[in-house]
């Protein structure tokens, strides 16, 4: 078992809300899509993420997985940007989760009766810029009065959270609350990364 100190030092310097609320000042809506705008982007926010049992979203063979982290391994990094078309709410915020490098995103369809997670070869950061709703590809980032930890719900599947098994090193899913799988996350902002 970890020692407090140890946990401490995994929690994110802000609230989860609070790092939304920044990523969307940061980015501002596209005054017209697909043409540059005053302040250009040109890369997504990148994020640690990871569940209230501290197992980090990982890549594996094209698979976002939930791994314990080790001292061997570096923390690996999820990219993050604002779904401007669909409008924030108190505690509620549209966001495009892909890989840090910006070409495979994550996305909800319907396979077998019910959705899945899967991983498609797009330019967030083009999604970004188009400035339309894209609901297979957004999620809602939500926390409660504590602004901290937050649950990721898919907008095209309401009801449906990203969520972790609570075996380590198992791909990343979606479920529905209540069950067995884990739906509560931290996200920490790498501030080297910040766009300028």
């Not at 005054?31 to 993420?49: D, M, Q, R």
């Not at 940007?81 to 369809?109: M, Q, W």
């Not at 950061?125 to 649950?151: H, I, Q, R």
């Not at 719900?153 to 009801?159: I, L, R, Y």
Request: net charge negative.
């Amino acid at each position: 078992m970890e020692n407090v100190e140890t946990v401490l030092m995994k929690l994110p310097k802000k609230s989860v809300d609070q790092q939304m609320k920044d990523l969307f000042q940061k980015f501002p809506k596209p005054v017209n899509p697909g043409k540059s705008h005053t302040e250009k982007l040109e890369t997504p926010w990148l994020f640690s993420i990871w569940d209230i049992n501290q197992k980090f979203f990982s890549w594996e063979n094209n698979t976002l997985i939930a791994a314990p982290q080790n001292s061997n391994s570096a923390v690996e990094l999820i990219a993050v940007v604002p779904n401007r078309a669909i409008p924030e709410k108190e505690n509620t915020y549209p966001i495009i989760l892909g890989h840090k490098d910006g070409n495979h995103i994550l996305s909800c369809v319907e396979s077998g009766g019910q959705p899945q997670l899967q991983i498609e070869e797009k330019n967030i950061m083009n999604l970004y810029e188009k400035n339309e709703e894209f609901k297979s590809f957004t999620f809602f980032s939500k926390t409660g009065p504590s602004n901290d930890p937050c649950n990721v719900e898919s907008v095209a599947f309401p009801g449906w959270f990203i969520s972790t098994s609570t075996e380590p090193n198992k791909p990343i899913a979606l479920s529905r609350p209540g069950q067995t799988e884990i739906t509560d996350f931290y996200f920490d902002k790498k501030d080297q990364n910040e766009p300028e």
